[in-house]
């Protein structure tokens, strides 16, 4: 079979642009190295939806703010959770209100939402601070659900994934582009590198030379409080790789402080330490009231694909369009960066068609006992899951938010790992973790 469009990667940026191609009625494969889909960059994320990004001339920038708009729709489309909070750049000094008072003019030039928060009587019972911008607009979303969600409305569309096979060879001719992978080989018209962190690797087989580093991000779970806003510390030197990380609420009802950005060893590099924990605390816990009330659940990392230029880049070449450096906000900005490649793969000859609605992904049948008590799961969901592609143990728990909670799934995970082997037939060892050789069962 020959595709109109394959897109190499099934990370947030990959569906996005599969559902833009979808919905104008070609017909789309995603080729991608892991066994679930948004397992690469998007899986390691902090669930927020962003407002400001500097500098706001550059592409990212602008992507984010045509971005985060759409996702309200989009959510409600899929019935995911997303939630509007408002984020507060605060500081910790009154002597700092210059920086204040700045922040707040410069906010305003450009458009941004903000307002002066001198007092702030509504938040000052989550958080300790002087005084802040508050910024309207930011979100929390359930990106897990969003991603998972997402792709089962795709496969109902008759998009057609290929999970865990890596791409050994690209070339393009007259007629279009052989993707060579692992699992066998595909053809299409025209292609499109979505790959994350890989991008760089795939861009290269055709000619394009480019190099992506990871960038690793930091980041800290926290159980026992809930909070109404994000809180972010203000300075007038940003980082111009990062926004430097913000104390951030999330839909599990846990609380998150970072990310941060530190030097990954390689693309694989997910390690986190001791020191990494207690930089975290150290610079966001002193805004936290009642921080000693909070448990620590969880600590992890995730690698962005910093680009060489500082910026997202769209590049076509013959039949390809690549995306190459997507780092953060590029989740926030994927609805509209999906809608900027459509265009540059017309640019390509694709034919330009508009796009129709396509019918919501078909709900999760509820019934059965109760897995998992934090998120109330039962067992026809979990079954329904593995029905709709998920062989590992982290797929089926991500789709719903197992997992996220205080337990960090402990209550539940056995569970789910014996109803999955009696849906597949198999026994509970031969179910791994996240693939690989990620066996729970020995």
């Known amino acids: 079979m020959v595709f109109d469009v394959v897109v190499i990667g099934g990370g947030v940026v990959g569906l996005f642009v599969s559902f833009e191609l979808v919905r104008r009625g070609f017909s789309v494969a995603v080729v991608d190295r892991y066994p679930e889909p948004g397992w690469g960059v998007s899986k390691r994320h902090a669930g927020v939806l962003h407002v400001i990004q500097l500098p706001f001339s550059s ?107 890596r791409v050994d060879h690209v070339e393009e001719g007259a007629g279009g582009v052989v993707v060579r992978t692992s699992c066998g080989e595909l053809l299409a018209r025209y292609l499109v590198n979505a790959g994350g962190l890989y991008a760089d690797e795939i861009a290269r087989k055709l000619g394009v030379n480019v190099d992506i580093a990871p960038g690793k991000g930091v980041m800290a779970v926290f159980h026992g409080r809930e909070v109404g806003a994000i809180l972010a510390p203000l300075t007038l030197r940003p980082h111009p790789r990062t926004k430097g990380g913000a104390v951030i609420p999330t839909v599990y009802g846990t609380v998150l402080f970072g990310p941060n950005l530190t030097e990954a060893r390689d693309k694989e590099d997910f390690s986190t330490g001791k020191e990494d924990f207690e930089l975290l605390v150290k610079r966001f816990g002193k805004y936290f009231r009642d921080f000693e009330n909070l448990t620590p659940v969880k600590i992890f990392a995730g690698n962005r694909p910093l680009s060489p230029t500082g910026d997202v880049v769209v590049k076509s070449t013959g039949r390809a369009v690549h995306i190459l450096g997507t780092e953060s906000p590029a989740f926030t900005g994927a609805p509209a960066l999906a ?88 026994e509970p060892r031969d179910i791994t973790k996240f693939g690989g050789g990620s066996w729970l069962v020995l």
């Open 59 to 165: 592409y990212k920038s602008r992507l984010a703010r045509r971005g985060n708009p759409k996702y309200v729709e989009i959510c409600r489309w899929l019935g995911v959770e997303c939630r509007e909070v408002p984020a507060l750049l605060a500081v910790d000094r009154w002597w700092k209100l210059p920086v204040v008072l700045a922040a707040f003019l410069y906010l305003r030039l450009h458009g941004i939402d903000a307002a002066l928060c001198l007092r702030c009587r509504g938040y000052r019972r989550d958080f300790k601070f002087a005084t802040a911008v508050l910024v309207r607009g930011y979100k929390v979303v359930d990106s897990f659900g969003l991603l998972y969600r997402l792709y089962d409305a795709l496969r109902e569309a008759g998009v057609r994934f290929f999970f865990g096979c």
């Open 339 to 426: 809608e900027d490649v459509v265009k540059a793969l017309e640019g390509l000859g694709l034919p330009r068609r508009e796009p129709e609605e396509l019918p919501p992904p078909k709900p999760y049948p509820k019934c059965g006992r109760v897995v998992c008590f934090c998120r109330g799961v039962t067992e026809c969901e979990i079954r329904e899951a593995v029905r709709r592609g998920s062989r590992t143990l982290d797929g089926v728990m991500a789709r719903y938010g197992m997992g996220m909670g205080p337990c960090q799934g402990s209550r539940c995970m056995a569970e789910v790992l014996k109803v999955m082997s009696e849906e597949l037939g198999v």
